[in-house]
């Protein structure tokens, strides 16, 4: 069954970094673009990033972009999404999310958590 | 960046009623808008995409409507399945931006 598999959540320090990865068994990540998505506590969807499926191109939203970067592992096994200089406004659930075309999600991680905080 | 608003933020319905929710976008977005169930403690489901495309799964009492910048959601006959809380996303361009939600709840 295919299915994105979020890890590296956790409690991290305002100023810090983490480093969030995503695992796609079963799925070729090379064939899709990808999403990530964060949920605040309590709050609605805010759409985070986007990696084009040849890796070529990223796209951010203007409350990370400068400060989180989106890689692929060579074997395009893995995506990942690397969080710097992290502020308390990023503590969220972030979901990776696979674009089925046309920018439309079809496919959800279960989320990893990430808390930001003293 | 692209704002979306959705309306309203809340509902309240019963098994059976017809509902509509709507989704502006602050500027025209053609058809790249999609819908979103999202149930407590659950990742989000596309309901539908490119505006009114159902997704495969989704039963037909979901449908979605619209182009430029005002759409909506309307489900035929709720079911208490449908009791959620639903997003609009413009696909339009990036970054890609989602309404702030419609929390749909029984009346």
């Known amino acids: 069954q295919v299915q994105l598999v979020e890890s590296g959540g956790g409690l991290v320090q305002p100023g810090r970094s983490l480093r969030l990865s995503c695992a796609a068994p079963?799925?070729?990540?090379?064939?899709?673009?990808i999403h990530w998505v964060r949920q605040a506590p309590g709050k609605g969807l805010e759409w985070v990033a986007l990696?084009?499926?040849?890796?070529?191109?990223?796209y951010y939203a203007g409350s990370v972009r400068g400060r989180f970067v989106l890689s692929r592992d060579n074997h395009w096994t893995r995506l990942y999404l690397q969080m710097n200089s992290l502020r308390p406004e990023d503590t969220a659930l972030y979901y990776c999310?696979?674009?089925?075309?046309?920018?439309?999600?079809?496919?959800w991680g279960q989320g990893t958590l990430v808390t930001v905080s003293s | 960046d692209i704002q979306m608003t959705q309306s309203p933020s809340s509902l309240s319905a019963s098994v059976g009623d017809r509902v509509t929710i709507t989704c502006r976008a602050s500027?025209?977005?053609?058809?790249?808008l999609d819908w979103y169930q999202q149930k407590p403690g659950k990742a989000p489901n596309l309901l539908i995409y490119?505006?009114?495309s159902l997704q495969s799964g989704v039963p037909s009492r979901f449908s979605g409507s619209g182009s430029g910048t005002d759409f909506t959601l309307t489900i035929s006959s709720l079911q208490p399945e449908d009791f959620a809380t639903y997003y609009c996303?413009?696909?339009?361009?990036?970054?890609?931006?989602f309404g702030q939600g419609t929390k749909l709840e029984i009346k």
């Open positions: 990696m084009s499926s040849d890796g070529r191109r990223s």
């Open positions: 999310a696979r674009d089925r075309g046309g920018g439309f999600i079809d496919l």
């Open positions: 490119a505006a009114s």
């Open positions: 996303q413009q696909s339009y361009n990036t970054p890609y931006t």
């Open positions: 079963g799925l070729t990540v090379s064939t899709y673009d």
């Open positions: 500027q025209t977005i053609t058809n790249y």
